[in-house]
């Protein structure tokens, strides 16, 4: 009985009118979470030279797979919280709710959320070009981990190569900033991770050790290119592995073309392939508010005998600059893993 009711929900979702009223998103492109630097979320509030910004969104979920019954649910509720001191200083801190609200045939429920401390850092900016992080922020390696919040992202799932291949969370210190090169941004990043993750989520991977550089180019308007190099230790796996990434986005008037690639290695023992995957992402503009996205992966897992290949197709709605909902099917080959196949689809609001 519910399995229908969800295709309904997920359905209504995408075609009715807008829940809110907001300025469209132009040419899909994708504003800063509120509570950061956007103009979304509650007015600024001045204090003796201080600003401080709250806002957040949250995420509703519907699933329909072969793996798994049928749900719809509330996943997640983020709050935002940033500051800015009139020097060089500024901080930000982001609290998610998450798995609020169930309905599943059997097993729904609406006691099983958690508090998760996803970012809580301290920035102080010497220059453009320097700037120091400290404290607990989003593993800077890929694409798709810093930017991963929903109200960011073309689609509900997040590429397999992104999950589990590293902790998506480190508690340490980055030196960071922008560099012009011949008329080009240059962003860079240096970090490091002693372990002791800060309010660690309870059975997400952690580092127990971490080193790791992130470079990304601005190649003219459109495209950007980045490298990342990352050589680290998880808590309660004492192997050392070293992982490489490139990944890139072109992005133009509501097209865009994007992708990952990762391959990790054991280091320090014999130097071998461990786990190593990618993804390739396009989304074409078929209004100015919906989107179609297709995306290919493939993936080769620690200890899997074949690769996974998984393909996504789905639309996305950009409604406004608060409201944007997705639909997508994944279909895999080889999926001994069970990665879930079939329908998902979601609600994001900024608030």
């Given at each position: 009985?519910?399995?229908?009711?969800?295709?309904?929900?997920?359905?209504?979702?995408?075609?009715?009118?807008?829940?809110?009223?907001?300025?469209?998103?132009?040419?899909?492109?994708?504003?800063?979470?509120?509570?950061?630097?956007?103009?979304?979320?509650?007015?600024?509030?001045?204090?003796?030279?201080?600003?401080?910004?709250?806002?957040?969104?949250?995420?509703?979920?519907?699933?329909?797979?072969?793996?798994?019954?049928?749900?719809v649910g509330l996943d997640r509720v983020s709050l935002i919280g940033s500051w800015q001191s009139r020097q060089a200083w500024s901080g930000l801190l982001e609290l998610e709710l998450k798995n609020l609200v169930r309905l599943q045939p059997g097993n729904s429920s609406a006691d099983e959320g958690r508090p998760v401390l996803e970012r809580a850092y301290l920035d102080y900016a010497r220059s453009d070009a320097l700037q120091l992080r400290a404290g607990k922020f989003l593993t800077p390696i890929g694409r798709w981990n810093p930017l991963h919040a929903a109200p960011l992202t073309w689609t509900t799932s997040r590429p397999l190569i992104t999950e589990d291949t590293f902790p998506t969370n480190a508690t340490g210190a980055m030196l960071r900033g922008v560099l012009p090169i011949r008329g080009q941004a240059l962003e860079w990043a240096a970090w490091a991770s002693p372990g002791e993750e800060l309010f660690p989520e309870a059975r997400a991977k952690t580092f127990n050790e971490a080193y790791g550089l992130r470079l990304i180019q601005d190649l003219g308007p459109y495209w950007q290119l980045g490298l990342s190099l990352a050589d680290y230790e998880e808590a309660g796996d004492p192997t050392r592995k070293t992982l490489y990434s490139a990944d890139f986005r072109f992005a133009a008037k509501g097209w865009e073309l994007s992708g990952e690639f990762a391959h990790r290695v054991l280091s320090r023992t014999t130097q071998r392939a461990d786990e190593e995957g990618l993804y390739l992402q396009a989304v074409a503009p078929l209004s100015p508010r919906w989107f179609l996205v297709l995306r290919h992966e493939s993936f080769d897992s620690a200890g899997a005998l074949d690769d996974l290949h998984l393909t996504l197709g789905g639309l996305t709605l950009r409604w406004s600059r608060s409201l944007v909902g997705k639909l997508e099917y994944r279909r895999a080959t080889e999926n001994a893993a069970g990665v879930p196949e079939g329908w998902l689809g979601s609600l994001a609001v900024l608030f």
């Open positions: 009985m519910i399995r229908p009711l969800i295709r309904v929900a997920v359905a209504v979702t995408l075609l009715s009118p807008p829940l809110l009223m907001a300025q469209p998103a132009a040419d899909g492109e994708i504003d800063p979470l509120p509570g950061e630097s956007s103009g979304l979320g509650l007015p600024p509030l001045h204090l003796g030279g201080q600003v401080f910004r709250l806002g957040g969104y949250l995420e509703a979920v519907a699933a329909d797979t072969l793996q798994a019954p049928a749900r």
